[in-house]
């Protein structure tokens, strides 16, 4: 009986022992999305295997990488553009939100919410559709083509949030600035340009990035109304392989990759502007 207690005092200790020796493994976001490419890949090739006389999804994805990257480059291209003529427009029209002349506040506060507020998809429709193939300057035919509009309509949500940016950031400002620069005799317009809006930089910086982070995932909707970036690309050569299942994830997974290593520094990058410029 004396013997059978320490025993069984053992068993019952022994599972909480060995507890705390579990590590739990932690994995980064970018090791992570290598490994789930790497997988597909495998699948895929593996898949692949039946069919001796077809190249290997890996083998496509080299063959057809200088194509699919021109495609990518040109969703970065649209991206930028689309930032620079957004963030031009956006804050003139954050300025007028701030505006003293109620009519030009309303209206601008109008204009804002209507572009923020709508899908993208349906704003890129409209001026894919509305906007002439091509316009007429002093006899000089000026062709548009597909994707000029669609940076015009990723622009337009872009201006919206911009100034709603601006419109926050200048209002973050502590009151007192305004009390000085009015005691100082600086005019309206010289307190908004010369005070207010160099101190606004540093706080408009991260939202704008996350601004720029999100046009940039949603340049693929361009595919949609024709025009020949990744995506658009990405089909074309899935169906110049003979449409094979086995080639619809690795070909799709590398343009995820592609965007994923794109836009996940620009994150980390937002994060780290965002502790540096922390108001407190």
Same mark, same amino acid.
């Given at each position: 009986?004396?013997?059978?207690?320490?025993?069984?005092?053992?068993?019952?200790?022994?599972?909480?022992?060995?507890?705390?020796? #579990?590590?739990?493994? /932690?994995?980064?976001?970018? @090791?992570?999305?290598?490994? =789930?490419? =790497?997988?597909?890949?495998?699948?895929?090739?593996?898949? +692949?295997?039946?069919?001796?006389?077809?190249? *290997?999804?890996?083998? %496509?994805?080299?063959?057809?990488?200088?194509?699919?990257? /021109?495609?990518?480059?040109?969703?970065?291209?649209? @991206?930028?553009?689309?930032?620079?003529?957004?963030?031009?427009?956006?804050?003139?029209?954050?300025?007028?939100?701030?505006? !003293?002349?109620?009519?030009?506040?309303?209206? *601008?506060?109008?204009?804002?919410?209507?572009?923020?507020?709508?899908?993208?998809?349906?704003?890129?429709?409209?001026?894919?559709?509305?906007?002439?193939? !091509?316009?007429?300057?002093?006899?000089?035919?000026?062709?548009?083509?597909?994707?000029?509009?669609?940076?015009?309509?990723?622009?337009?949500? %872009?201006?919206?949030?911009?100034?709603?940016?601006? /419109?926050?950031?200048?209002?973050?400002?502590? @009151?007192? !600035?305004?009390?000085?620069?009015?005691?100082?005799?600086?005019? #309206?317009?010289?307190?908004?340009?010369?005070?207010?809006?160099?101190? =606004?930089?540093?706080?408009?910086?991260?939202?704008?990035?996350?601004?720029?982070?999100? %046009? +940039?995932? +949603?340049?693929?909707?361009? @595919?949609? %109304?024709?025009?020949?970036?990744?995506?658009?690309?990405?089909?074309?050569?899935?169906?110049?392989?003979?449409? #094979?299942?086995?080639?619809?994830?690795?070909?799709?997974?590398?343009?995820?990759? =592609?965007?994923?290593?794109?836009?996940?520094?620009?994150?980390?990058?937002?994060?780290?502007?965002? #502790?540096?410029?922390?108001?407190?």
């Amino acid at each position: 009986m004396k013997t059978a207690e320490p025993v069984h005092r053992l068993a019952v200790l022994l599972p909480y022992r060995l507890a705390p020796t #579990r590590m739990p493994v /932690r994995i980064s976001p970018l @090791s992570a999305a290598i490994l =789930c490419f =790497c997988a597909v890949m495998a699948a895929s090739t593996a898949w +692949a295997q039946t069919a001796p006389t077809m190249l *290997s999804p890996l083998q %496509v994805i080299v063959k057809w990488s200088p194509l699919l990257l /021109r495609g990518f480059a040109f969703n970065i291209l649209i @991206s930028l553009l689309a930032m620079l003529l957004g963030t031009v427009a956006g804050l003139g029209l954050g300025l007028a939100l701030l505006s !003293q002349y109620r009519l030009l506040a309303t209206a *601008s506060w109008f204009v804002t919410q209507f572009f923020r507020n709508a899908p993208w998809l349906v704003l890129l429709f409209f001026v894919m559709f509305l906007v002439p193939f !091509q316009i007429t300057i002093f006899n000089t035919t000026v062709p548009l083509p597909d994707w000029i509009k669609a940076t015009v309509g990723f622009a337009l949500p %872009v201006m919206a949030n911009v100034a709603e940016v601006v /419109r926050g950031a200048v209002r973050s400002v502590p @009151s007192t !600035q305004w009390e000085a620069a009015e005691s100082l005799s600086f005019t #309206r317009r010289q307190t908004m340009w010369l005070i207010m809006l160099p101190q =606004c930089i540093k706080r408009m910086l991260p939202p704008w990035m996350n601004i720029y982070a999100l %046009v +940039a995932m +949603a340049t693929v909707l361009a @595919s949609i %109304v024709g025009v020949s970036e990744m995506l658009t690309l990405t089909a074309q050569v899935h169906a110049a392989e003979g449409g #094979r299942p086995e080639l619809f994830a690795p070909l799709y997974g590398f343009a995820l990759l =592609c965007f994923f290593l794109y836009c996940y520094p620009i994150n980390l990058w937002t994060a780290r502007l965002e #502790r540096r410029f922390r108001v407190r």
